[in-house]
């Protein structure tokens, strides 16, 4: 009887010692919000199987105009780190902070990048109150790749300051991931380059990709600001549909998170082609063309090069 007795609180104590290593082993993974879904791509690569990450704006949603929902809340209320890109992007996100009560750290993945001042005229008194004096930053900043780096850096960096015990696993991801966005970038820059110098310019919807045209090289006029908010109006248009015949502009392209009309009435009003879609400040879902930064980038370039490269026959 005692033998038996040992040997149930022996199996007892062996089920116990078995499930406590075992449900530290399943370990709990960092809660970590990302306020846009390239911002969650980059969180993702880099964070692996440690981190578990939500998106506030997902695929095709457009960060500049944004309502958070209530279950935004209760992801930021649970977050330990939230992921923003700064430069003004997220202007809900000071609210969102403070009606979720998140206790969270805030990273700007931004960091250190030298913002692109736009010179642009549209009005923006009250929006925040961010206005400079002349013009504002672009938020842009991901559209060049060497500037997608420095978001990975920072990342990084966060990442492990939230979860110690993870930097060699993040350090690693990063340093695989970093040596991805180097093949990208010359990537871009082949494909640009295959571009006839004289044709590389195009019309998009709004003004989105400053760090792309002062990185390759490409010109992208856009009849919208950096923001989305401000509404285009019938002179700014007027202006580039005489912009796009004067300058022979071959193409007009669609974006993922603006409405098609304003891009179609420009084709159509000046004769330049519409080319595809490009994906400026969000990705497509999983299952779509841009579903990852890398996929995004390489989506963009294959559609511009589409559009511009060959001349009318
Ligand atoms: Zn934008």
Known sequence: MPNRRAFVAGLAFGLAAVATPFGAFAQEKLPVVASFSILGDFAR??????????TLVGPDGDAHVYSPTPADAKAMAAAKLVLVNGLHFEGWLPRLVKSSGTKATMAEATKGITPLETDDDHDDKGKGGHAHAHGHDDPHAWQSVANAKLYVANIRDALSA??????????????????????????VKAAIARIPAERRKAITTHDAFGYFVKAYGIAFVAPQGVSTEAEASARDVARIIRQVKAQKIPAVFLENVTNPRLVEQIARESGAKVGGRLYSDALSAESGPAGTYIRMMKHNISEIEKALAAGPA
């Open 45 to 54: 690569q880099i964070g692996g199987d440690r981190v578990s990450v939500t």
């Open 162 to 187: 939230a979860d110690p015990a993870g930097k060699a696993s993040y350090e690693a991801n990063a340093t695989a991931y970093l040596a991805e966005l180097d093949t990208l970038e010359g990537e």
